[in-house]
């Protein structure tokens, strides 16, 4: 099925454009990509899930729109996402410190929305061929890509 999406973030419907950002831990990584798609396109709605409170409330006080916390969260925001944004580590069981349970990892996987992961080497896993990016760069390449995507669905 397609959507189709006009500048402001709306599909054909009338609905918003379901961005969402999944981060663990401290959730600086979505703080960091909420705070610079909301600086690129100010009306984009975006939910923000964090696996624990601190994450959530990193991605909250950035200005995500919505927000909620753990692992049927991820589970269920991720069947109407359009956009999954966050760490490779979402689609890892047990990554990042055990905060990525195995049903969240499918979850993200399953979904039919576009996934955009950001290649981090702390999420116990190597992605060869990715080499070593700062974490600004690979941030702002995985916002630029959200905001191709953005644009494509107009």
Same mark, same amino acid.
Do not use: W
């Given at each position: 099925?397609?959507? %189709? ?8 419907? $009338?609905?918003?454009?379901? +961005? #969402? ?13 909420? /705070? *610079?798609?909301?600086? =690129?396109?100010?009306?984009?709605? %975006? @939910?923000? !899930? ?12 950035? $200005? ?9 969260? &991820?589970?269920? @925001?991720?069947? *109407?996402?359009? !956009?999954?944004?966050?760490?490779? $580590? +979402? ?5 990042? #410190? $055990?905060?990525? /349970? ?5 979850? &993200?996987?399953? *979904? ?37 995507? !953005? =644009? *494509?669905?107009?």
């Amino acid at each position: 099925m397609y959507r %189709i999406i006009n500048i402001f973030g709306y599909n054909c419907m $009338g609905d918003f454009m379901k +961005i #969402l950002v999944i981060d663990a831990q401290g959730g600086g990584i979505g703080r960091q990509i909420i /705070t *610079s798609l909301k600086e =690129k396109q100010q009306d984009l709605h %975006i @939910t923000a !899930v964090g696996t624990n409170t601190a994450a959530t409330a990193a991605m909250l006080k950035a $200005g995500a729109d919505e927000a909620a916390t753990g692992e049927n969260a &991820v589970v269920v @925001t991720t069947r *109407s996402a359009d !956009v999954i944004i966050g760490p490779i $580590g +979402i689609i890892i069981a047990d990554s990042m #410190l $055990g905060e990525i /349970t195995p049903k969240m990892a499918l979850a &993200v996987a399953q *979904s039919n929305a576009e996934r955009i992961l950001i290649p981090f080497r702390h999420c116990g896993s190597i992605v060869v061929g990715t080499g070593e990016g700062n974490t600004g760069r690979l941030i702002a390449e995985a916002v630029e890509e959200a905001m191709r995507v !953005v =644009k *494509s669905h107009e």
